[in-house]
Each structure stands twice: as C-alpha cells, then as structure tokens.
C-alpha cells in the first residue's frame, strides 16, 4: 500500500485516505513501509478478516518474526470517510514464502482475536433464556468482559441450550441460525472494519432499516432489504442485501 501514490483513494463514493495507512506489530513495531499489499474483509456472516502481503528486506522475518510460537498481533488503521478506524489482529500463519538472495516475500493472515478466542475455547456447558441473552453469556465467558458485543436486537425465541462440548464460535453459530426476532426474521452475528473491534448482534429486520453510516457530505447511507410480509407462505426467507440507497 506504500507505493500508492495517490493520497486519497475513492470507491463507491467514499473517500479513504491512503497516506493515513500505518500498520504496526507487537507493541508498536511499525511495518507500513515492509507492506506492498493488504486486504481486510468483512461481511454479515461472521468476523473481519485479511492478509498483508510483505516485502521483507531487512530480513524481519527471520529477526523478528520467525523466532516467536506466538501469535503475533498486528494492528491496521486509517482515516475513511473522516473517520478513523483501527482493527487489531492476530497474524495467523505466513503462506507464498519466496526467498530471494536479498530479500523474502510472505503474506500474513489475519484473524480477528474475537474469532480466535471464539475458535479456541470450548464449552461443555447448558445456558438458558433467549438467544440474544444466550449469545451474549457466551461471548462475554469466552472473550472476557473487555470484549464489545453490542446487541442490537432482541431475540423472541428462547429456550435450553446443552453444548455438546464444542467450540464456543460453532455453539453461538448454532443459537444465531435459531434466532428470530419479532418480526420472525434470522440473526446475523458480525464485525465490521470501521467499529474499532465491535461486534454486533442484530436482526434483519433491524439491519433493513437501519442506517449504518453518515456520509462526509452529510447524508446518511441506508441498506434496503426485501423482507416478506405477514402471511407470505414465505415467510422464514430471509432475503437479500443487494440495493444500497443513499
């Protein structure tokens, strides 16, 4: 990303500032200028990821890096839209080495620490109540209260959870496909990358009518979903996020 030379880059009509790119590893080592690529991902089915893709020239790999059975953290912010975000990470494993006589080329992957708390700690365990209150007792057990869960909607459907000793991330992937709200629409359990680490609980009632983010010129941006109706044999369907209205 250091050798993009614009110094803002649009898409969509949102604005990121590229000169604000800084990424940093462990407690502060900054790598900005090792970086030739990065890709962070999100989406309403699970947690923000991404890989960065290194060119290594002051052999920090082998310094630095490799000498470490730890999961190194790294942490990736800029300005979009005014607003700065920052997302941490764990790098996750290094794939593509290709060593040259003078320097290496890797890419690392990035898994959110909520995922990998998430994946790693296993419940054997009953919980009761209703889904939104079950996945929340879940998360704050497994990721500590530090953790920000944010819980949008409430959840209708309730019940007796027994977890078969799994891992926590598949046991609140069971509750969030049970859930539903009032209006007997599904759960979505996400990470978006301009929340600073948040992860959020809501329905797709909720997300079809809220607005997600104010733009720079003021307007707000809204996400429109078809959701059927009352009385539509259909009605379990959760449809499609595909319009964007602003």
């Not at 290594?56 to 082998?62: A, E, R, S, T, V």
């Not at 080495?97 to 992957?109: D, G």
């Not at 296993?122 to 990721?143: A, D, R």
Request: aromatic letters at 12%; one cysteine or more.
């Amino acid at each position: 990303c250091n050798k993009i030379s614009t110094a803002f880059y649009k898409s969509n009509g949102f604005i990121m500032n590229v000169e604000s790119l800084k990424v940093t590893v462990m407690d502060g080592i900054d790598i900005t200028n090792l970086c030739t690529n990065i890709t962070l991902f999100e989406s309403i089915n699970g947690y923000v990821k991404g890989s960065v893709q290194v060119l290594d020239g002051i052999n920090f790999y082998d310094e630095v890096f490799g000498i470490l059975d730890d999961l190194w953290t790294i942490q990736i912010s800029f300005v979009y839209e005014e607003k700065e975000c920052t997302n941490d990470f764990f790098i996750n494993g290094v794939h593509n080495m290709k060593i040259k006589k003078s320097e290496k080329e890797y890419v690392m992957n990035l898994i959110s620490p909520v995922e990998q708390a998430l994946k790693l700690y296993k419940l054997n365990e009953v919980y009761s109540g209703t889904s939104h209150e079950i996945v929340g007792n879940i998360f704050t057990e497994c990721t500590g209260p530090a953790s920000k869960l944010i819980i949008n909607t409430p959840a209708i459907s309730k019940g007796k959870y027994i977890v078969p000793n799994i891992s926590a991330r598949q046991a609140i992937a069971n509750v969030v496909n049970a859930a539903i709200d009032a209006d007997n629409t599904g759960f979505y359990f996400f990470q978006r990358l301009f929340e600073d680490g948040v992860t959020r609980l809501m329905s797709l009632r909720f997300m079809a009518t809220n607005f997600f983010l104010r733009a720079s010129d003021g307007n707000k941006i809204k996400i429109y979903n078809y959701i059927p109706k009352a009385g539509n044999p259909h009605i379990n369907n959760q449809g499609s996020c595909n319009t964007f209205i602003q």
